[in-house]
């Protein structure tokens, strides 16, 4: 008998967690009808190829979310919570991502120029081959995370935290550079800002 209570209360205890876990209906209802869903429960919603342009998601909850290929030009994601989501392949031009959290999202091949990261939390994440150009980094951190080949030219990346993460064969053009850390972040074959070569051995400098 006392298994049988335990194992309802796990399943019961499961069961919570996974809702807990869900996003609401009536809240990714509200975001597809109005284009606006602050402070909305959307974890894990699927909203592939989603056209969304100018939504208004501010401090919304987007975790584990599926947003491949949506058109989300000009969004404002200001202080949401997208940990563990997928905007691979993305429109997201113009978008406001300050202070929100990004931490382990994948952003493969998205397009993010002129974008508003300041102040962002995108540790561990990969952003393989998106475009950043004059983009807004100042004060945001992208420590451990996977910029291969990304386009960050003319960026602003004042006090950006690149610490440990993989930059190599990016474009850092006409990028602003001020107080950026740069720790233990591999730079090897990176455009550097004054259109030079980082050569090998570019680990946490622009060896040239």
Request: overall charge neutral; some cysteine.
């Amino acid at each position: 008998m006392k298994k049988l209570i335990l194992c309802f209360a796990t399943l019961f205890s499961i069961t919570i967690s996974f809702q807990s876990f869900a996003y609401y209906p009536e809240d990714l209802n509200r975001l597809l009808t109005t284009n606006s869903c602050e402070e909305c429960n959307l974890i894990g919603a699927e909203l592939q190829y989603a056209v969304l342009k100018g939504a208004i998601l501010r401090s919304a909850l987007l975790s584990n979310a599926d947003l491949q290929w949506a058109d989300m030009w000009a969004c404002s994601f200001r202080k949401a919570v997208l940990n563990n989501a997928d905007l691979s392949f993305a429109v997201l031009s113009h978008a406001n991502f300050s202070d929100a959290v990004l931490k382990q999202a994948v952003l493969n091949q998205t397009q993010l120029d002129r974008t508003d990261f300041r102040g962002a939390f995108v540790e561990n994440a990969s952003l393989i081959r998106s475009s950043l150009t004059y983009s807004n980094l100042k004060g945001a951190s992208f420590g451990k995370s996977d910029l291969r080949w990304v386009d960050l030219s003319h960026a602003n990346l004042t006090r950006t935290n690149f610490s440990g993460a993989m930059l190599q064969n990016s474009n850092l053009t006409g990028a602003t550079l001020d107080t950026t850390y740069l720790n233990k972040t591999n730079l090897e074959g990176a455009i550097w800002i004054d259109g030079s070569i980082c050569q090998k051995g570019s680990i946490g400098y622009c060896k040239q």
